[in-house]
């Protein structure tokens, strides 16, 4: 319907489906003229003829024909997508994509997402994974809709809800572990903790990932610098912090959405039950 007129295309279709331009303006509640007019306008868009009048009927031409067709298909669709709109906002339904830190995500979504799925059948729920200044930036993209994010940055369009603490904390599963003997095992993105708190060792192993260096530090190749729920999360062995004495760093978990996007019931009831698992 580019560069058509809504309103003009209806009154062509009700005089094509009565056959008759008084009809066609009490079914509209708008004069006869109007409705002449609205067709005339058409027709000087378009160059053509669109009706075919006789002493007893109002008939669509060829093109009338044509354009009915494809004015039905098209008010089928705007019909379509406005009772979708209204049932996502009234039932929840739809896709909603999660964005999420990958070590975050290992230990913080499995039993929310066993409950969502089998409670929302409807809700088709996706999760993309990255650091979280990646799934920030996803979200201020508008690519994904929800964002699980660790230290969020001070953005304006986006809205916070804060879910849990945490604190990174140097773990090891030696008998003695110093960092003057052992490698000190970390992710690149943490290099902050080195940094802010003064952590030095003669020999820096960077790994990956916060799985590759716990899977490292209960091989005993060394101390780790790891998330405590990241530590904690489905270890039977468990893992010895040096901090204190040695300093931790505290983290802040949140999960954010964009301000400017109205939120569907899909998107409200993920809120709603991942605050509340994740809370627990």
Not at 8 to 21: D, M, P, Q, R
Not at 177 to 204: D, G, M, N
């Amino acid at each position: 319907m580019t560069h058509l007129d809504s309103p003009a295309l209806a009154a062509l279709l009700a005089v094509i489906e009565s056959g008759s331009f008084t009809e066609a303006a009490k079914s509209l509640g708008i004069s006869q003229p109007a409705v002449s007019l609205a067709i005339k306008r058409l027709e000087d868009r378009l160059g053509t003829t669109l009706l075919v009048r006789t002493r007893k009927r109002v008939a669509p031409s060829r093109p009338g024909e044509l354009l009915a067709r494809g004015a039905h298909l098209a008010f089928e669709a705007l019909t379509n997508a406005v009772a979708q709109i209204q049932n996502e906002h009234v039932e929840p339904s739809g896709r909603v994509v999660l964005g999420c830190h990958e070590s975050l995500a290992a230990y913080a979504l499995p039993a929310f997402m066993a409950r969502f799925l089998v409670a929302h059948p409807k809700v088709e729920l996706q999760l993309w994974n990255g650091r979280s200044q990646e799934v920030e930036r996803e979200l201020a993209a508008g690519r994904v809709d929800l964002a699980l994010i660790v230290n969020p940055r001070s953005l304006p369009d986006l809205v916070l809800t804060p879910l849990f603490a945490d604190t990174v904390e140097l773990f090891h599963c030696l008998r003695a572990a110093s960092l003057a003997k052992h490698p000190l095992i970390y992710v690149p993105e943490l290099t902050q903790h080195l940094q802010k708190r003064r952590i030095t060792s003669p020999r820096l192993l960077p790994c990956s990932s916060l799985e590759l260096v716990k899977s490292l530090v209960l091989d005993r190749v060394g101390v780790g610098i790891l998330p405590r729920r990241v530590a904690e999360h489905g270890t039977r062995k468990r893992l010895h912090s040096l901090s204190p004495p040695l300093p931790l760093y505290r983290d802040r978990i949140v999960l954010a959405r964009r301000y400017d996007v109205p939120p569907t019931a899909a998107i409200r009831v993920v809120v709603d039950e991942l605050t509340a698992a994740l809370r627990e």
